[in-house]
């Protein structure tokens, strides 16, 4: 029986009537004669209160027992999820990751999948069963231990189980009814694409755009998965959402497909810091032993303005997401107690926001750069930070002209309109 996976995230099942309408659209792929893996989030909300309430207990918490609190939105609703199509008469049960067993790294909170074993769920549609339902986002350390994938990780485990049991396709339901130029709460003119490639939403996916997990597009560009994103709130059909697909099957030529952005950036100066081999290494060395997760880099021009120091200094800048800030504070004090680095002062800016423009067209266009920085000056935006690579341009602004970026630039490379 050919099987079909099915995602739902918070919204789509915030409370039982939306769970009920989403058990709609699963028990009609069961009359088309599907088995069918339907993958699920906790109801909207209940992961941040989650989150919530774990950060408020032990600011530098334990990820372990974050997992433990945090995975729990998603058993319930995985049962409610189950019961409601066994309501219908559609034979289905619930799986939460460890009884399948999900088996991940033990990298809690961001852990990663080492195996999803058919066995257990094959055995059931065997036997008759015609749906199941898995509690997304969670899985099982070689310790025995719950973990978690990251937010908006249930995505990543859609896509490991449509890889896992060679689905058809997987399909993500959401609240918007595809994947749009920019987040379409943010422009009434972002325009809907009937197709985008795996690369470019990889990069919208990583800067930003919360649409898909970045790491279940990889994993769906890895596995072949045949991967669609689609709306809950409304009727659709085999032809409905987004399909993200392989480079050769887009006619679209722009420089630039999309525009993402993240709002939750904080930046951090480390002023006056030696400019010797090795420095940057003994910075962002315990940066990332203490799991801040550092984006943009720059480093100032040096200076022989040598003060307290043996050296030439120099500022050295970096990003972070705003709620490691203290984490990375702590390892740099930390850094310098011990004598591995030196500088003057420590600076925090928890008011920045990342803009960026996305397209595998800006390969072969010349000028994106200069046109983005043109926009956003004539919306008199200043810009903190750049940095690029082959198909993206980032920039850090004040976080209160994110919006005004994002719209100046979808209007810039006029993204509203098919190429
Ligand atoms: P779910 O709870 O279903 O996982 P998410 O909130 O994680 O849903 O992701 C869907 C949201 O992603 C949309 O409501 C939209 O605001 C946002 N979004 C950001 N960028 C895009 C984009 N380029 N296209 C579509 N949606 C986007
Ligand atoms: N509930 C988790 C989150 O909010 C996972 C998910 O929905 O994908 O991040
Ligand atoms: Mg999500």
Known sequence: ????????????????????????????EVDRGHDVIVIVSAMSGKTNELVGWVEQTSPLYDAREYDAVVSSGENVTAGLMALTLQEMDVPARSWQGWQVPIQTTSQHASARFVDIPRENIDAKFAEGMKVAVVAGFQGISPEGRITTLGRGGSDTTAVAFAAAFDAIR????????????????????????????????????SLGAKVLQTRSVELAMRYKVKLRVLSSFEDTDDNSGTLVCDEEDIME??????????????????????????????IFGPLAEAGVNVDMIVQNISEKNYGTHTTAVTDMTFSLPVNQIARAQKALEDARTSGSIRYDELVGDTDVAKVSVVGIGMRSHAGVAAAMFKALAAEGINIKVITTSEIKISVLIDRKYMELAVQALHDAFALDAAA
């Open 170 to 205: 997987c399909d993500i339901y959401t609240d918007v009814d595809g994947i749009y130029t920019t987040d379409p709460r943010i422009t009434s003119k972002a325009r809907r694409l009937e197709k985008i490639a795996f690369e470019e939403m990889l990069e919208l996916a």
């Open 253 to 282: 030529s722009k420089a630039v497909s999309g525009v993402a952005y993240s709002r939750d950036e904080a930046k951090m100066t480390l002023v006056s810091v030696e400019d010797r081999p090795g420095i940057a290494a003994a």
């Open 1 to 28: 029986m050919p099987v079909l996976v099915m995602k739902f995230g918070g919204t789509s099942v915030a409370d039982l009537a939306r769970i009920r309408a989403a058990a709609e659209k699963v028990k009609r």
